[in-house]
């Protein structure tokens, strides 16, 4: 029974994605929650978006007024795909306890729900739980796990992000994920921290083909410099620089397989972006190339003449690493 009370998400938008193989609308809505229990990535700022302690029944009655306020503001017939963010894992009962999960399955019943969450909270009993809630038989697979893996190097996620899992415990959340009948979604994070541009991008390729076979989509989150983050702290002391788009480009062009990217904040310093000149059109056709899958697009629009692919080229060739030790 959801609560008649209002209190309003973090952020909702509606938007469109693909899913199952064809465009759909969607709905993104990112629950104010209990807090991410790692609450350490470098480049997260929503880590710092969560309710004080709270007893679970006091937190819980917060969550479902939320889902009140998205179910009293969206209309069911306008999105037929929900992608549920939290402050960090949908599936950690101490963030999101399991009555939450329960109304949500009952408020979106019949829809797909992409729902994020860290490996370690990938359980079968819950999964299960979740999906005989939401599911009508409308879609082949209406649940997709979506977990940050940032990276299939170990040493990359532990150092330049602080992500605190291993691609061993990735893929055994995948394992988990689809013996009970969802998809995994997986989330790659182009140019985290002390990378250089070329490692980021050369990262990215490597990190792409290696869970090609894998993952049931791949989803490219382009590294932007939120608020009272590491990232932030590094970018404001002139040692950090969201990627540029030239790179994006370089590396969605030569991707085995279909990537969806979404370059939130293109064009914008605190974003990926290139000289500004540039910009826009670029951003506006990986946007158009992650609905539509044309690589055509894409190719075209690295031809584009602008002095600053000469910039990007040169920084490919001749930037230099910071040094991180190894041991203590």
């Not at 599936?91 to 019943?109: G, I, K, S």
């Not at 893996?149 to 330049?160: F, G």
């Not at 061993?168 to 009970?180: I, K, P, Q, S, Y």
Request: proline share 5%; hydrophobic share 35%; with cysteine.
């Amino acid at each position: 029974m959801l609560s008649k009370s209002i209190e309003k998400p973090l952020a909702s938008w509606r938007g469109k994605d693909r899913y199952e193989g064809r465009i759909v609308d969607t709905l993104t809505v990112i629950f104010r929650s209990g807090g991410c229990s790692w609450n350490r990535c470098r480049m997260c700022g929503y880590r710092h978006e969560r309710y004080p302690d709270l007893p679970r029944d006091e937190l819980a009655k917060r969550l479902i007024r939320q889902v009140h306020w998205v179910k009293e503001n969206f209309s069911d017939d306008d999105y037929q795909v929900l992608k549920i963010f939290t402050s960090g894992s949908f599936f950690d009962p101490d963030e999101v306890p399991p009555d939450v999960r329960r109304a949500v399955a009952e408020a979106f019943r019949g829809k797909a729900v992409i729902a994020e969450t860290r490996p370690e909270y990938v359980e079968a009993e819950a999964l299960l739980e979740f999906l005989e809630g939401i599911d009508t038989g409308a879609w082949a697979r209406p649940l997709s796990v979506a977990v940050g893996l940032e990276t299939t190097n170990d040493t990359i996620r532990e150092r330049s992000i602080d992500k605190g899992f291993s691609y061993a415990d990735f893929l055994r959340a995948t394992e988990v994920a689809h013996a009970a009948g969802a998809d995994m979604k997986a989330y790659l994070l182009m140019k985290p921290p002390f990378l250089t541009e070329r490692e980021s991008r050369d990262d990215m390729i490597r990190s792409i083909r290696d869970i090609a076979s894998v993952a049931d989509s791949i989803s490219m989150n382009l590294c932007t410099v939120q608020s009272r983050t590491e990232v932030e702290h590094l970018w404001k002391q002139h040692a950090y620089r969201p990627p540029y788009l030239w790179s994006v480009l370089d590396v969605l062009i030569g991707s085995p397989v279909h990537i969806l990217c979404d370059p939130v904040g293109g064009g914008q310093m605190r974003g990926p972006h290139n000289c500004g000149a540039c910009d826009s059109p670029i951003v506006k056709g990986i946007i158009d190339y992650s609905l539509t899958g044309d690589v055509g697009l894409l190719r075209a629009l690295m031809e584009t003449e602008c002095g600053c692919k000469e910039e990007w080229e040169f920084v490919l060739d001749q930037e230099e690493p910071f040094c991180m030790p190894l041991t203590r």
